[in-house]
Nanobody, 124 residues
Framework: QVQLVESGGGLVQPGGSLRLSCATS????????IGWFRQAPGKEREGVSW????????YSADSVKGRFTISRDNAKNTVYLQMNSLKPEDTAVYYC?????????????????WGQGTQVTVSS
């Protein structure tokens, strides 16, 4: 049974930091890439960051480069998203998802299993 479970979201002030976790199970972690996505009310789901689990190669969207860092712990089958210098426009539900082909892409349609999301709210 494939499972992806996000955690670590919450309420944070602008300029603050959060670390999200994506705990996975039910598949061979190293065969996949994991992407982080986010969706705000009334907006399309957008890709944030991507990591290939076998070698740690990463990619991030321009909107978060320099502020967010994706990483993984293969022993724990877990992917992290360290979010710094948070802005109100980062407010969204954040999802992690898996990609079998490990293509360098953040297109949501290329991901087959998704977590239920964790809410990040950046507000004063």
């Amino acid at each position: 049974q494939v499972q992806l479970v996000e955690s670590g979201g919450g309420l944070v002030q602008p300029g603050g930091s959060l670390r999200l976790s994506c705990a996975t199970s039910g598949f061979t972690f190293e065969y996949y890439a994991i992407g982080w996505f986010r969706q705000a009310p009334g907006k399309e789901r957008e890709g944030v960051s991507w990591i290939r689990n076998n070698d740690g190669h990463t990619y991030s969207a321009d909107s978060v480069k320099g502020r967010f860092t994706i990483s993984r712990d293969n022993a724990k089958n877990t992917v992290y998203l360290q979010m710094n210098s948070l802005k109100p426009e980062d407010t969204a539900v954040y999802y992690c998802a898996r990609q079998r082909s490990a293509l360098l892409t953040l297109l949501p349609s290329l991901y087959d299993y998704w977590g239920q999301g964790t809410q990040v709210t950046v507000s004063s």
